[in-house]
Each structure stands twice: as structure tokens, then as C-alpha cells.
């Protein structure tokens, strides 16, 4: 679901609850995603210096409180905090998704 960073090594937490701290740091995760997963790496998304989100899980976007959830519906709940500037360009990148998928 997503990837934060904990100084020198990141935080992966999965959809099914599980979280694993792992020895790299968040731009070599970030690296890792593109070289393995190619296009469909394009859902996962860096968001500012700390966090790499993936976008299919984004229930909600709040810029006033700061604050993102992450949910597949099946109950794994994750709420998370991030800059204004952050969850505004996330706002703004969301919505133009869905401009051009609706022409």
C-alpha cells in the first residue's frame, strides 16, 4: 500500500496488514519499483521525501488536516500525514486522471 521512510531503510506496508522495515533507502525502493514493475509500476507514486504511496488504495485526500487514508475496502485502514504542497499536487494529479478518463 505504501513505503516510508525510516532514516536509512523504508517501511513497506502491505494491504494485508503486514509492515517490514527494510535495509534501503526510499529512493532505492523507488528504483526497484520502476525496474521491476515497469508500466505497471506507475501506480506506486513518491510523494515529497518520505513516502511512496500506491495510488489504487487512495480513499481520501485531505490537504486542510494533512492527511491521506490509504483503504482496499476489505479493512486494511491506513491514515498517513503529508504537506499541504504534497496532497495538493496529489489532489491535482488526481483530478486530471480523471479528466482525461472521462473523455
Known sequence: ???SSEGNYSNVVTSDGRSRLVTYQ???VED???DQLGDEGMTF???GRSLIINT???YLVDVTKQVLILSDFHGSFHELSASKEVLAKLKAYIE???RTNHD
Request: hydrophobic share 50%.
Open 1 to 3: 500500500m505504501y513505503v
Open 26 to 28: 526510499l529512493g532505492q
Open 56 to 58: 489504487e488504495y487512495i
Open 45 to 47: 507514486l513518491r510523494l
Open 32 to 34: 526497484a519499483i520502476n
Open 96 to 98: 486530471s486522471i480523471e
